[in-house]
Protein backbone atom coordinates (compact mmCIF):
# COMPACT_ATOMS: atom_id res chain seq x y z
CA UNK A 1 0.00 0.00 0.00
CA UNK A 2 1.30 3.36 -0.90
CA UNK A 3 1.71 6.53 1.05
CA UNK A 4 -1.71 8.11 -0.39
CA UNK A 5 -3.70 4.65 -0.43
CA UNK A 6 -2.82 4.86 3.54
CA UNK A 7 -4.16 8.82 3.17
CA UNK A 8 -7.36 7.27 1.64
CA UNK A 9 -8.39 4.86 4.26
CA UNK A 10 -7.97 7.08 6.85
CA UNK A 11 -10.10 9.87 4.61
CA UNK A 12 -12.93 6.77 4.47
CA UNK A 13 -12.73 5.29 7.76
CA UNK A 14 -13.17 9.14 8.95
CA UNK A 15 -16.20 10.00 6.88
CA UNK A 16 -17.79 6.31 6.89
CA UNK A 17 -18.01 7.41 11.16
CA UNK A 18 -19.62 10.79 10.74
CA UNK A 19 -21.70 9.47 7.65
CA UNK A 20 -23.03 5.86 7.89
CA UNK A 21 -25.90 5.80 10.35
CA UNK A 22 -25.67 3.57 13.48
CA UNK A 23 -28.62 1.73 12.27
CA UNK A 24 -27.12 0.60 9.38
CA UNK A 25 -24.42 -0.88 11.29
CA UNK A 26 -26.40 -3.94 12.05
CA UNK A 27 -27.45 -6.84 9.90
CA UNK A 28 -29.83 -6.14 7.07
CA UNK A 29 -33.28 -7.98 7.99
CA UNK A 30 -33.95 -10.65 5.60
CA UNK A 31 -37.19 -8.49 4.34
CA UNK A 32 -35.33 -4.97 3.61
CA UNK A 33 -33.76 -4.26 0.38
CA UNK A 34 -32.53 -0.84 -0.34
CA UNK A 35 -33.27 -1.11 -4.36
CA UNK A 36 -34.35 2.98 -4.69
CA UNK A 37 -36.86 3.48 -6.92
CA UNK A 38 -39.62 6.39 -7.98
CA UNK A 39 -41.99 3.85 -5.30
CA UNK A 40 -39.69 3.29 -2.87
CA UNK A 41 -40.77 3.34 0.88
CA UNK A 42 -38.30 3.43 3.71
CA UNK A 43 -39.72 1.43 6.91
CA UNK A 44 -36.17 3.07 8.22
CA UNK A 45 -35.17 6.51 7.13
CA UNK A 46 -31.52 5.70 7.77
CA UNK A 47 -31.73 3.68 4.67
CA UNK A 48 -32.58 6.65 2.24
CA UNK A 49 -30.05 8.59 4.18
CA UNK A 50 -27.12 6.12 4.01
CA UNK A 51 -28.17 5.53 0.22
CA UNK A 52 -27.94 9.58 -0.52
CA UNK A 53 -25.34 9.85 1.70
CA UNK A 54 -22.94 7.12 -0.36
CA UNK A 55 -24.65 8.39 -3.64
CA UNK A 56 -23.46 11.43 -3.19
CA UNK A 57 -19.51 10.45 -2.85
CA UNK A 58 -20.29 7.78 -5.56
CA UNK A 59 -19.79 4.77 -3.54
CA UNK A 60 -22.90 3.14 -4.40
CA UNK A 61 -21.21 2.24 -7.92
CA UNK A 62 -17.56 3.66 -6.77
CA UNK A 63 -15.69 2.16 -10.07
CA UNK A 64 -17.79 3.91 -12.17
CA UNK A 65 -16.28 6.96 -13.70
CA UNK A 66 -17.62 10.48 -11.98
CA UNK A 67 -19.58 11.19 -15.23
CA UNK A 68 -21.80 8.57 -14.89
CA UNK A 69 -22.33 8.60 -11.18
CA UNK A 70 -19.59 7.10 -9.88
CA UNK A 71 -16.72 7.64 -7.23
CA UNK A 72 -13.81 7.08 -10.43
CA UNK A 73 -11.99 4.68 -7.83
CA UNK A 74 -9.07 2.63 -8.57
CA UNK A 75 -8.89 -0.98 -7.83
CA UNK A 76 -6.92 -0.53 -4.71
CA UNK A 77 -8.61 2.23 -3.41
CA UNK A 78 -12.29 0.47 -4.42
CA UNK A 79 -10.51 -2.29 -1.96
CA UNK A 80 -9.93 -0.06 0.95
CA UNK A 81 -13.47 1.12 1.02
CA UNK A 82 -15.11 -2.41 0.94
CA UNK A 83 -12.88 -3.46 3.67
CA UNK A 84 -13.80 0.16 5.70
CA UNK A 85 -17.19 -1.15 5.34
CA UNK A 86 -16.58 -4.59 6.10
CA UNK A 87 -14.87 -3.08 9.32
CA UNK A 88 -18.12 -1.59 10.54
CA UNK A 89 -20.22 -3.99 9.48
CA UNK A 90 -22.11 -1.76 7.05
CA UNK A 91 -24.93 -2.41 5.17
CA UNK A 92 -25.30 -2.38 1.33
CA UNK A 93 -26.50 1.30 0.87
CA UNK A 94 -28.48 0.09 -2.86
CA UNK A 95 -28.55 -3.13 -4.64
CA UNK A 96 -30.69 -4.39 -7.14
CA UNK A 97 -30.18 -5.09 -11.21
CA UNK A 98 -29.33 -1.18 -11.88
CA UNK A 99 -26.17 -1.54 -10.39
CA UNK A 100 -25.33 -4.96 -10.66
CA UNK A 101 -26.48 -5.84 -14.46
CA UNK A 102 -28.17 -2.93 -16.59
CA UNK A 103 -25.46 -0.33 -15.11
CA UNK A 104 -22.90 -2.85 -16.14
CA UNK A 105 -24.33 -3.67 -19.55
CA UNK A 106 -24.58 -0.33 -20.36
CA UNK A 107 -20.75 1.20 -19.71
CA UNK A 108 -20.13 -1.52 -21.91
CA UNK A 109 -22.71 -1.77 -24.44
CA UNK A 110 -24.46 2.28 -23.85
CA UNK A 111 -24.65 5.10 -26.23
CA UNK A 112 -23.20 8.30 -24.61
CA UNK A 113 -26.43 9.77 -24.78
CA UNK A 114 -27.60 6.45 -22.99
CA UNK A 115 -25.23 6.27 -20.28
CA UNK A 116 -25.91 10.06 -18.81
CA UNK A 117 -29.76 9.93 -19.21
CA UNK A 118 -29.35 6.38 -17.37
CA UNK A 119 -26.26 5.27 -15.09
CA UNK A 120 -26.50 8.71 -12.68
CA UNK A 121 -30.08 7.86 -11.67
CA UNK A 122 -29.00 4.22 -11.04
CA UNK A 123 -26.32 5.04 -9.15
CA UNK A 124 -28.68 7.28 -7.34
CA UNK A 125 -30.81 4.46 -6.77
CA UNK A 126 -33.90 6.87 -7.95
CA UNK A 127 -34.49 4.35 -10.76
CA UNK A 128 -36.05 0.69 -9.96
CA UNK A 129 -34.85 -1.48 -13.00
CA UNK A 130 -36.74 -4.71 -14.00
CA UNK A 131 -35.32 -7.58 -16.36
CA UNK A 132 -37.59 -9.24 -18.80
CA UNK A 133 -36.23 -12.00 -20.09
CA UNK A 134 -38.59 -15.17 -19.69
CA UNK A 135 -41.51 -16.00 -21.36
CA UNK A 136 -44.06 -18.84 -20.67
CA UNK A 137 -42.28 -20.79 -23.65
CA UNK A 138 -38.52 -19.25 -23.36
CA UNK A 139 -36.58 -19.73 -19.90
CA UNK A 140 -33.73 -22.23 -20.65
CA UNK A 141 -34.02 -21.76 -23.83
CA UNK A 142 -34.34 -18.47 -23.42
CA UNK A 143 -33.24 -17.42 -27.48
CA UNK A 144 -36.96 -18.82 -28.67
CA UNK A 145 -38.64 -15.76 -26.68
CA UNK A 146 -41.53 -14.07 -28.82
CA UNK A 147 -42.30 -10.96 -27.88
CA UNK A 148 -42.28 -8.98 -31.04
CA UNK A 149 -41.01 -5.50 -31.77
CA UNK A 150 -42.00 -3.47 -35.29
CA UNK A 151 -41.19 -0.77 -36.34
CA UNK A 152 -43.49 1.90 -37.01
CA UNK A 153 -42.01 5.81 -37.91
CA UNK A 154 -39.36 6.90 -34.73
CA UNK A 155 -40.41 3.75 -32.68
CA UNK A 156 -41.34 0.09 -32.00
CA UNK A 157 -44.27 -1.16 -31.19
CA UNK A 158 -44.06 -3.91 -28.49
CA UNK A 159 -46.52 -6.74 -27.98
CA UNK A 160 -46.14 -10.25 -25.88
CA UNK A 161 -45.52 -11.34 -22.57
CA UNK A 162 -42.92 -12.00 -19.91
CA UNK A 163 -43.18 -13.82 -16.77
CA UNK A 164 -40.96 -13.94 -13.50
CA UNK A 165 -39.91 -10.63 -13.72
CA UNK A 166 -38.71 -10.14 -10.37
CA UNK A 167 -40.08 -6.78 -8.93
CA UNK A 168 -42.04 -5.33 -11.94
CA UNK A 169 -44.60 -4.32 -10.10
CA UNK A 170 -42.34 -1.59 -8.06
CA UNK A 171 -39.95 -1.80 -11.21
CA UNK A 172 -39.56 2.08 -13.09
CA UNK A 173 -38.00 1.09 -16.05
CA UNK A 174 -37.54 -2.48 -17.91
CA UNK A 175 -34.57 -4.24 -19.67
CA UNK A 176 -36.06 -6.03 -22.18
CA UNK A 177 -35.71 -8.52 -24.80
CA UNK A 178 -38.00 -8.42 -28.29
CA UNK A 179 -37.85 -10.27 -31.51
CA UNK A 180 -37.36 -7.65 -34.31
CA UNK A 181 -36.64 -9.91 -37.20
CA UNK A 182 -39.21 -13.58 -37.09
CA UNK A 183 -37.13 -14.91 -39.82
CA UNK A 184 -33.36 -15.26 -38.68
CA UNK A 185 -32.15 -17.80 -36.88
CA UNK A 186 -33.64 -17.69 -33.15
CA UNK A 187 -30.26 -15.77 -31.66
CA UNK A 188 -29.99 -13.02 -34.16
CA UNK A 189 -33.16 -11.55 -34.37
CA UNK A 190 -33.11 -10.55 -30.85
CA UNK A 191 -32.82 -6.44 -29.73
CA UNK A 192 -32.10 -5.57 -26.51
CA UNK A 193 -34.48 -2.16 -25.51
CA UNK A 194 -35.44 0.03 -22.49
CA UNK A 195 -38.67 1.59 -21.93
CA UNK A 196 -40.27 3.13 -19.02
CA UNK A 197 -42.70 1.21 -16.77
CA UNK A 198 -45.54 3.67 -16.95
CA UNK A 199 -45.50 3.31 -20.73
CA UNK A 200 -49.16 2.98 -21.96
CA UNK A 201 -50.01 -0.81 -22.92
CA UNK A 202 -48.16 -2.09 -19.95
CA UNK A 203 -49.79 -4.44 -17.45
CA UNK A 204 -48.33 -6.04 -14.65
CA UNK A 205 -49.69 -8.92 -12.40
CA UNK A 206 -48.03 -10.24 -8.88
CA UNK A 207 -47.74 -13.84 -8.73
CA UNK A 208 -48.95 -14.91 -5.46
CA UNK A 209 -46.74 -17.15 -3.84
CA UNK A 210 -48.28 -20.30 -0.85
CA UNK A 211 -45.44 -17.87 1.42
CA UNK A 212 -48.12 -14.65 1.02
CA UNK A 213 -45.32 -12.90 -1.10
CA UNK A 214 -45.96 -11.75 -4.88
CA UNK A 215 -41.62 -11.46 -5.84
CA UNK A 216 -42.08 -11.23 -9.57
CA UNK A 217 -44.90 -11.15 -11.66
CA UNK A 218 -46.60 -11.46 -15.52
CA UNK A 219 -45.97 -8.26 -17.35
CA UNK A 220 -48.24 -8.09 -20.51
CA UNK A 221 -47.19 -5.39 -23.26
CA UNK A 222 -50.47 -4.47 -25.70
CA UNK A 223 -48.86 -2.43 -28.53
CA UNK A 224 -46.40 -0.44 -26.14
CA UNK A 225 -45.18 2.29 -27.97
CA UNK A 226 -41.00 2.56 -27.23
CA UNK A 227 -38.67 5.03 -28.97
CA UNK A 228 -35.87 3.20 -31.33
CA UNK A 229 -33.16 5.32 -29.72
CA UNK A 230 -33.91 3.14 -26.64
CA UNK A 231 -32.11 0.05 -28.79
CA UNK A 232 -28.92 -0.83 -26.89
CA UNK A 233 -26.58 -2.06 -28.91
CA UNK A 234 -27.52 -2.66 -32.50
CA UNK A 235 -31.32 -4.07 -33.60
CA UNK A 236 -31.22 -7.65 -34.14
CA UNK A 237 -27.42 -7.86 -31.87
CA UNK A 238 -29.21 -7.59 -29.06
CA UNK A 239 -28.24 -11.38 -27.82
CA UNK A 240 -24.67 -10.11 -27.40
CA UNK A 241 -25.57 -7.52 -24.51
CA UNK A 242 -28.45 -10.17 -23.20
CA UNK A 243 -25.56 -12.91 -22.63
CA UNK A 244 -23.17 -10.17 -21.49
CA UNK A 245 -25.72 -9.14 -18.92
CA UNK A 246 -26.68 -12.49 -18.08
CA UNK A 247 -23.08 -12.84 -16.98
CA UNK A 248 -22.87 -9.93 -14.56
CA UNK A 249 -26.40 -11.34 -13.13
CA UNK A 250 -24.88 -15.04 -12.57
CA UNK A 251 -21.55 -13.71 -11.13
CA UNK A 252 -23.88 -11.45 -8.41
CA UNK A 253 -26.20 -14.59 -7.88
CA UNK A 254 -22.97 -16.50 -6.87
CA UNK A 255 -21.84 -13.93 -4.53
CA UNK A 256 -25.32 -14.80 -2.98
CA UNK A 257 -24.05 -16.01 0.57
CA UNK A 258 -21.69 -13.40 0.97
CA UNK A 259 -22.47 -9.48 1.49
CA UNK A 260 -19.68 -7.88 2.95
CA UNK A 261 -21.89 -8.19 6.82
CA UNK A 262 -21.42 -10.19 9.75
CA UNK A 263 -23.81 -12.93 9.83
CA UNK A 264 -24.47 -15.63 12.37
CA UNK A 265 -21.93 -18.29 11.61
CA UNK A 266 -22.32 -21.99 11.86
CA UNK A 267 -20.00 -22.23 14.78
CA UNK A 268 -22.08 -19.52 16.44
CA UNK A 269 -25.70 -21.72 15.50
CA UNK A 270 -23.90 -25.07 16.49
CA UNK A 271 -22.38 -24.03 20.28
CA UNK A 272 -25.89 -22.61 20.72
CA UNK A 273 -28.37 -25.37 19.45
CA UNK A 274 -26.06 -28.65 19.67
CA UNK A 275 -23.87 -27.70 22.67
CA UNK A 276 -20.09 -27.78 22.81
CA UNK A 277 -18.37 -30.95 24.55
CA UNK A 278 -14.70 -30.99 25.58
CA UNK A 279 -14.60 -27.37 23.54
CA UNK A 280 -15.60 -28.73 20.34
CA UNK A 281 -19.02 -28.99 18.59
CA UNK A 282 -21.03 -31.47 20.26
CA UNK A 283 -22.39 -33.69 17.07
CA UNK A 284 -18.94 -35.32 15.72
CA UNK A 285 -21.47 -35.32 12.14
CA UNK A 286 -22.34 -32.05 12.01
CA UNK A 287 -18.79 -30.70 13.04
CA UNK A 288 -17.36 -32.49 10.11
CA UNK A 289 -20.30 -30.91 7.86
CA UNK A 290 -19.45 -27.38 8.53
CA UNK A 291 -15.88 -27.86 8.50
CA UNK A 292 -16.23 -29.09 5.10
CA UNK A 293 -18.82 -26.87 4.28
CA UNK A 294 -16.27 -24.15 5.66
CA UNK A 295 -13.22 -25.46 3.65
CA UNK A 296 -15.31 -24.89 0.25
CA UNK A 297 -16.45 -21.47 1.25
CA UNK A 298 -12.62 -20.59 1.67
CA UNK A 299 -11.63 -21.35 -1.18
CA UNK A 300 -14.49 -20.53 -3.43
CA UNK A 301 -13.86 -17.05 -1.44
CA UNK A 302 -10.65 -17.13 -3.00
CA UNK A 303 -11.73 -17.56 -6.47
CA UNK A 304 -14.46 -15.08 -6.47
CA UNK A 305 -12.43 -12.39 -4.92
CA UNK A 306 -9.79 -13.22 -8.14
CA UNK A 307 -12.52 -12.68 -10.64
CA UNK A 308 -13.75 -9.50 -9.04
CA UNK A 309 -10.42 -8.47 -9.55
CA UNK A 310 -10.31 -9.21 -12.82
CA UNK A 311 -13.30 -7.60 -13.23
CA UNK A 312 -12.38 -4.75 -11.73
CA UNK A 313 -9.24 -4.35 -14.29
CA UNK A 314 -12.15 -3.95 -16.99
CA UNK A 315 -11.95 -7.98 -17.97
CA UNK A 316 -15.90 -9.38 -17.88
CA UNK A 317 -16.61 -12.27 -16.49
CA UNK A 318 -17.17 -14.46 -19.46
CA UNK A 319 -18.74 -17.93 -19.50
CA UNK A 320 -16.98 -18.71 -15.75
CA UNK A 321 -19.66 -16.74 -14.56
CA UNK A 322 -21.44 -20.03 -15.00
CA UNK A 323 -19.13 -21.16 -12.19
CA UNK A 324 -19.48 -18.63 -10.07
CA UNK A 325 -23.29 -19.09 -10.19
CA UNK A 326 -23.34 -23.24 -9.99
CA UNK A 327 -21.00 -23.09 -7.36
CA UNK A 328 -22.11 -20.11 -5.16
CA UNK A 329 -25.66 -21.02 -5.02
CA UNK A 330 -25.04 -24.73 -4.35
CA UNK A 331 -23.10 -23.29 -0.82
CA UNK A 332 -25.74 -21.45 -0.65
CA UNK A 333 -28.34 -23.69 -0.65
CA UNK A 334 -25.86 -26.01 1.38
CA UNK A 335 -24.95 -23.61 4.12
CA UNK A 336 -29.26 -23.29 4.81
CA UNK A 337 -29.59 -26.65 4.73
CA UNK A 338 -26.79 -27.07 7.83
CA UNK A 339 -28.10 -23.99 9.31
CA UNK A 340 -31.92 -26.19 9.14
CA UNK A 341 -30.01 -29.32 10.31
CA UNK A 342 -27.93 -27.13 13.40
CA UNK A 343 -31.57 -25.26 14.74
CA UNK A 344 -33.64 -28.44 14.02
CA UNK A 345 -37.44 -27.78 14.86
CA UNK A 346 -36.60 -24.34 15.88
CA UNK A 347 -35.56 -23.60 11.91
CA UNK A 348 -39.03 -24.66 10.67
CA UNK A 349 -41.08 -21.56 11.99
CA UNK A 350 -42.91 -19.40 10.35
CA UNK A 351 -44.70 -17.10 12.73
CA UNK A 352 -45.25 -16.80 16.44
CA UNK A 353 -43.39 -16.16 19.58
CA UNK A 354 -41.75 -19.58 19.87
CA UNK A 355 -39.43 -18.18 17.36
CA UNK A 356 -36.46 -15.66 17.56
CA UNK A 357 -35.98 -13.22 14.75
CA UNK A 358 -33.12 -15.78 13.80
CA UNK A 359 -34.95 -18.33 13.35
CA UNK A 360 -37.53 -17.23 11.02
CA UNK A 361 -35.15 -15.45 8.80
CA UNK A 362 -33.68 -18.87 8.83
CA UNK A 363 -36.79 -20.20 7.76
CA UNK A 364 -37.23 -17.65 5.18
CA UNK A 365 -34.04 -17.72 3.89
CA UNK A 366 -33.96 -21.65 3.73
CA UNK A 367 -37.48 -21.67 1.48
CA UNK A 368 -35.42 -18.29 -0.83
CA UNK A 369 -32.70 -20.32 -1.30
CA UNK A 370 -34.13 -22.98 -3.49
CA UNK A 371 -34.81 -20.35 -6.10
CA UNK A 372 -31.19 -19.55 -6.13
CA UNK A 373 -30.51 -22.74 -8.67
CA UNK A 374 -33.32 -21.16 -10.89
CA UNK A 375 -32.92 -18.03 -11.38
CA UNK A 376 -30.81 -16.39 -14.16
CA UNK A 377 -30.28 -19.73 -15.27
CA UNK A 378 -30.77 -22.84 -13.56
CA UNK A 379 -27.85 -25.35 -12.61
CA UNK A 380 -28.22 -27.59 -15.25
CA UNK A 381 -27.90 -24.88 -17.80
CA UNK A 382 -24.88 -23.32 -16.45
CA UNK A 383 -23.12 -26.96 -16.60
CA UNK A 384 -24.25 -27.30 -19.95
CA UNK A 385 -22.13 -23.69 -20.44
CA UNK A 386 -19.13 -25.60 -18.45
CA UNK A 387 -19.06 -28.18 -20.93
CA UNK A 388 -19.75 -26.68 -23.98
CA UNK A 389 -17.53 -22.45 -23.58
CA UNK A 390 -15.26 -23.54 -20.69
CA UNK A 391 -14.39 -27.44 -21.17
CA UNK A 392 -14.65 -27.10 -24.86
CA UNK A 393 -16.47 -30.65 -24.54
CA UNK A 394 -18.29 -31.92 -27.50
CA UNK A 395 -22.22 -30.89 -27.59
C1 LIG B 1 -36.63 -16.20 -7.87
C2 LIG B 1 -36.66 -16.06 -9.36
C3 LIG B 1 -36.56 -14.81 -9.93
C4 LIG B 1 -36.60 -14.66 -11.32
N1 LIG B 1 -36.55 -13.40 -11.85
C5 LIG B 1 -36.61 -13.23 -13.19
C6 LIG B 1 -36.61 -11.91 -13.75
O1 LIG B 1 -36.55 -10.91 -13.03
N2 LIG B 1 -36.70 -11.78 -15.08
C7 LIG B 1 -36.76 -12.86 -15.92
O2 LIG B 1 -36.81 -12.66 -17.13
N3 LIG B 1 -36.78 -14.13 -15.42
C8 LIG B 1 -36.71 -14.34 -14.07
N4 LIG B 1 -36.74 -15.61 -13.54
C9 LIG B 1 -36.94 -16.75 -14.45
C10 LIG B 1 -35.71 -17.64 -14.60
O3 LIG B 1 -34.74 -17.02 -15.39
C11 LIG B 1 -36.21 -18.96 -15.22
O4 LIG B 1 -37.06 -19.58 -14.27
C12 LIG B 1 -35.07 -19.89 -15.55
O5 LIG B 1 -34.30 -19.39 -16.60
C13 LIG B 1 -35.59 -21.30 -15.93
O6 LIG B 1 -36.56 -21.22 -16.92
P1 LIG B 1 -37.98 -21.95 -16.73
O7 LIG B 1 -38.52 -21.57 -15.40
O8 LIG B 1 -38.80 -21.67 -17.93
O9 LIG B 1 -37.64 -23.50 -16.64
P2 LIG B 1 -37.42 -24.50 -17.86
O10 LIG B 1 -36.52 -23.87 -18.86
O11 LIG B 1 -38.75 -24.97 -18.34
O12 LIG B 1 -36.64 -25.68 -17.16
C14 LIG B 1 -37.30 -26.72 -16.43
C15 LIG B 1 -36.25 -27.72 -15.97
O13 LIG B 1 -35.61 -28.32 -17.11
C16 LIG B 1 -34.19 -28.18 -17.01
N5 LIG B 1 -33.64 -27.95 -18.35
C17 LIG B 1 -34.12 -27.13 -19.31
N6 LIG B 1 -33.32 -27.17 -20.40
C18 LIG B 1 -32.30 -28.02 -20.11
C19 LIG B 1 -31.15 -28.47 -20.83
N7 LIG B 1 -30.87 -28.04 -22.07
N8 LIG B 1 -30.31 -29.34 -20.21
C20 LIG B 1 -30.56 -29.78 -18.94
N9 LIG B 1 -31.65 -29.39 -18.23
C21 LIG B 1 -32.50 -28.53 -18.80
C22 LIG B 1 -33.97 -26.96 -16.14
O14 LIG B 1 -32.70 -27.01 -15.51
C23 LIG B 1 -35.12 -27.09 -15.15
O15 LIG B 1 -34.76 -27.96 -14.10
C24 LIG B 1 -36.71 -15.80 -12.16
C25 LIG B 1 -36.80 -17.08 -11.58
C26 LIG B 1 -36.77 -17.22 -10.20
C27 LIG B 1 -36.87 -18.59 -9.61
Known sequence: ?????????????????????????????AD????????????????????????????????????????GLDKAQNRILQEELQRINARPALVGMGISMIGPALLEYGT???????????????????QGYSEPNAGSDLASLRTSAVVDGDDYIINGQKI????????????????????????????????????????VKPILLISGYSPFCETFFDNVRV???????????????????????????????????????????A???????????????????ILRHRMNDRAFGLTMKRSQEEMTAGIAPGAM????????????????????????????????EAFGAVELDATRGWLRSKANSIEGGTSEVQLNILAKRVLDLPE
Open 1 to 29: MSAADDLFREEIRSWLETNCPVSMRTPMP
Open 32 to 71: EYPGGGRRARYRNPDTKLWMDRMAARGFTVPLWPRAYGGA
Open 112 to 130: EEQKLEHLPSIARGDIWWC
Open 164 to 203: WTSGADHADWMFCLVRTDPQAPKHQGITFILFDMTTPGIT
Open 227 to 269: PRRNVVSQVNQGWTVAKRLLQYERTSIGGIGNSGQKAVTLEEL
Open 271 to 289: REYVGVHEGRIADPVLRAD
Open 321 to 352: SSLFKYYGTEQNKGRYELTLALMGTSGVGWEG
